[in-house]
């Protein structure tokens, strides 16, 4: 009895360690689709081998060959490195720079697209220069395409003479190719840190995508406001001087997010919500990060911004039409 459970427990490690294997192997694609599967299928006939020998009274040759195997994709594994030269999607071409002289601070490669349909666009990336002393809004963006429990999160700055620049913590995609939460744990994509205008980071989404968005206005004093900008603008630095894995649970679109905002507020509680992105706006609101005097329904009721992105359209005062009526933005979107 003893024995048969050593073996069963041995054929699950052995099939769960190579179902891994053969992921590992499947996401690489920079190889090609037949000699993935040409590898995939021998390291599963391996397997088939290995398990007959197992359960024949061999476990010590089995633990040896699958050990020297394992032992080799690790090293090929450890190979992989992320790069900041490939071939990539017109919007991920770039990774947004920035820097600061006083209160002057300089955007490179600040997206600014003009989209009609995700394959019909306009390419601008400009750079664009910013009064930090003129700061006064940090706005979160969230964007749904389906599930409720997951959402874009985008942040928005605004300042006083009018100009807003989102910052978004994207999956750096090559050109053809598609997001995937499994090739995510598999090293598949770089990460990437991109400043846009809100008619392109916004729009798209709504307009284009046919996602859905909401915003709420952020309870943060001008001074750590500018702290969170600045750590988007150093974070986006690093990024472009040393590129990284994107990984599906860290680091992710939120948890980069999340680092960079703890660093200003250290007292931030780890929160499954900061994984289950679509419940981020309950996380901020128990953390009483939200505009005060609205329960959280109402906030995500009336800073649903999708209708008035599509009616806003490429209207130069886009980002004032889509807060009209959002808590925080009542008064301000108005005049």
């Given at each position: 009895?003893?024995?048969?459970?050593?073996?069963l427990l041995?054929?699950?490690?052995l099939l769960?360690?190579?179902?891994?294997?053969?992921?590992?192997?499947?996401?690489?694609?920079?190889?090609?689709?037949?000699?993935?599967?040409?590898?995939?299928?021998?390291?599963?006939?391996?397997?088939?081998?290995?398990?007959?020998?197992?359960?024949?009274?061999?476990?010590?040759?089995?633990?040896?060959?699958?050990?020297?195997?394992?032992?080799?994709?690790?090293?090929?594994?450890?190979?992989?490195?992320?790069?900041g030269e490939?071939?990539?999607?017109?919007?991920?071409?770039?990774?947004?720079?920035?820097?600061?002289?006083?209160?002057?601070?300089?955007?490179?490669?600040?997206?600014?697209?003009?989209?009609?349909?995700?394959?019909?666009?306009?390419?601008?990336?400009?750079?664009?220069?910013?009064?930090?002393?003129?700061?006064?809004?940090?706005?979160?963006?969230?964007?749904?395409?389906?599930?409720?429990?997951?959402?874009?999160?985008?942040?928005?700055?605004?300042?006083?003479?009018?100009?807003?620049?989102?910052?978004?913590?994207?999956?750096?995609?090559?050109?053809?190719?598609?997001?995937?939460?499994?090739?995510?744990?598999?090293?598949?994509?770089?990460?990437?840190?991109?400043?846009?205008?809100?008619?392109?980071?916004?729009?798209?989404?709504?307009?284009?995508?046919?996602?859905?968005?909401?915003?709420?206005?952020?309870?943060?004093?001008?001074?750590?406001?500018?702290?969170?900008?600045?750590?988007?603008?150093?974070?986006?630095?690093?990024?472009?001087?040393?590129?990284?894995?994107?990984?599906?649970?860290?680091?992710?679109?939120?948890?980069?997010?999340?680092?960079?905002?703890?660093?200003?507020?250290?007292?931030?509680?780890?929160?499954?919500?900061?994984?289950?992105?679509?419940?981020?706006?309950?996380?901020?609101?128990?953390?009483?990060?939200?505009?005060?005097?609205?329960?959280?329904?109402?906030?995500?009721?009336?800073?649903?911004?999708?209708?008035?992105?599509?009616?806003?359209?490429?209207?130069?005062?886009?980002?004032?039409?889509?807060?009209?009526?959002?808590?925080?933005?009542?008064?301000?979107?108005?005049?």
């Amino acid at each position: 009895m003893l024995r048969t459970l050593l073996l069963l427990l041995l054929s699950t490690v052995l099939l769960t360690s190579s179902v891994w294997a053969m992921l590992a192997l499947y996401f690489q694609q920079a190889w090609g689709t037949l000699p993935r599967l040409l590898l995939m299928a021998g390291w599963c006939l391996a397997m088939m081998v290995l398990v007959a020998l197992l359960w024949n009274g061999r476990p010590w040759l089995v633990l040896l060959v699958y050990g020297l195997m394992f032992a080799a994709l690790l090293a090929w594994w450890h190979t992989l490195k992320p790069s900041g030269e490939r071939d990539w999607a017109d919007d991920l071409a770039h990774i947004t720079t920035g820097e600061v002289q006083g209160d002057r601070l300089t955007l490179h490669n600040v997206r600014n697209f003009d989209w009609r349909t995700p394959q019909d666009y306009d390419i601008r990336w400009e750079s664009r220069e910013y009064d930090l002393s003129r700061l006064h809004s940090v706005d979160m963006i969230t964007s749904y395409w389906g599930r409720r429990a997951i959402a874009h999160v985008l942040v928005s700055f605004g300042f006083d003479d009018g100009q807003f620049v989102v910052f978004s913590v994207e999956i750096r995609r090559e050109r053809g190719e598609e997001f995937s939460e499994i090739g995510g744990f598999f090293k598949q994509f770089e990460l990437s840190i991109i400043a846009t205008d809100e008619r392109d980071a916004v729009r798209v989404r709504t307009n284009v995508r046919d996602e859905d968005a909401y915003l709420y206005r952020i309870g943060l004093n001008p001074r750590d406001g500018r702290a969170l900008l600045l750590s988007f603008v150093d974070e986006a630095n690093r990024l472009a001087a040393e590129p990284r894995f994107y990984h599906t649970i860290s680091p992710n679109c939120t948890t980069l997010v999340f680092g960079m905002a703890r660093k200003i507020l250290p007292h931030l509680p780890r929160d499954y919500r900061l994984l289950l992105t679509g419940y981020l706006p309950e996380y901020i609101k128990q953390l009483d990060g939200l505009e005060k005097g609205y329960n959280l329904e109402e906030l995500r009721q009336r800073g649903r911004i999708t209708e008035r992105a599509i009616q806003a359209g490429s209207d130069p005062d886009f980002s004032r039409l889509i807060r009209r009526g959002v808590p925080g933005w009542d008064q301000a979107s108005d005049e």
